[in-house]
T-cell receptor, first 115, second 112 residues
């Protein structure tokens, strides 16, 4: 079946602009995660959605970052007033069950470059 | 000091070699350990999951955990060019958590 998809695959934007990154999880997966992968850094947890529960936003680095998940499926990560340090690969993952599942399925990521 | 340390490589080996990839960690509470493989321009995929100490084998892959030394390893036997990828370790202190601590990854190149 189809895996996790993300769009766009690459995004180049000017400093100060807003960007939206999209994630389509695997159908039926109730849990969805966003991570950031910067050069020389490990995967950094950003936000977690599980069903209709309030999302865990504890990993968002600043209030310029926000995410939503509509209808329990597609998710959008928005970065406002982008900065050069936001340049990274943004990865989305989904899993069947949230907190009790260690097996997350990752999408290919969106490579964001802020110039 | 980072909670999880991993040599970034690149590690180059000839085809057929045994590869050893390692992570060290500082938090003695970690007891759930994972290895992910990430091909270029792709997302990570789970290779191995182990709990506490000991070994776990899956085909050509063996995961080893030494909690006394705070050291985990992934061995790849009979390495193939298709094993060329970045290998990430991840760990957590509790089950039922999604907040894993990831290493930075080791880039492996298996030369034909």
């Amino acid at each position: 079946g189809a895996g996790v998809s993300q769009s766009p695959s690459n995004k180049v934007t000017e400093k100060g602009k807003d960007v939206e990154l999209r994630c389509d999880p695997i159908s039926g997966h109730t849990a969805l995660y966003w991570y950031r992968q910067s050069l020389g850094q490990g995967l950094e947890f950003l936000i977690y959605f599980q069903g209709n529960s309030a999302p865990d936003k504890s990993g968002l680095p600043s209030d310029r970052f926000s995410a939503e998940r509509t209808g329990g499926s597609v998710s959008t990560l928005t970065i406002q007033r982008t900065q050069q340090e936001d340049s990274a690969v943004y990865l989305c993952a989904s899993s069947l069950v949230g907190a009790s599942s260690y097996e997350q399925y990752f999408g290919p990521g969106t490579r964001l470059t802020v110039t | 000091q980072k909670e999880v340390e991993q040599d970034p490589g690149p590690l180059s080996v000839p085809e057929g070699a045994i590869v050893s990839l390692n992570c060290t960690y500082s938090n003695s509470a970690f007891q759930y350990f994972m290895w992910y493989r990430q091909y270029s321009r792709k997302g990570p995929e789970l290779l191995m999951y182990t709990y506490s100490s000991g070994n776990k084998e899956d085909g050509r892959f063996t995961a080893q955990v030494d909690k006394s030394s705070k050291y985990i390893s992934l061995f790849i036997r009979d390495s193939q060019p298709s094993d060329s990828a970045t290998y990430l370790c991840a760990m957590s202190s509790t089950s039922g958590t999604y907040k894993y601590i990831f290493g930075t990854g080791t880039r492996l190149k298996v030369l034909a």
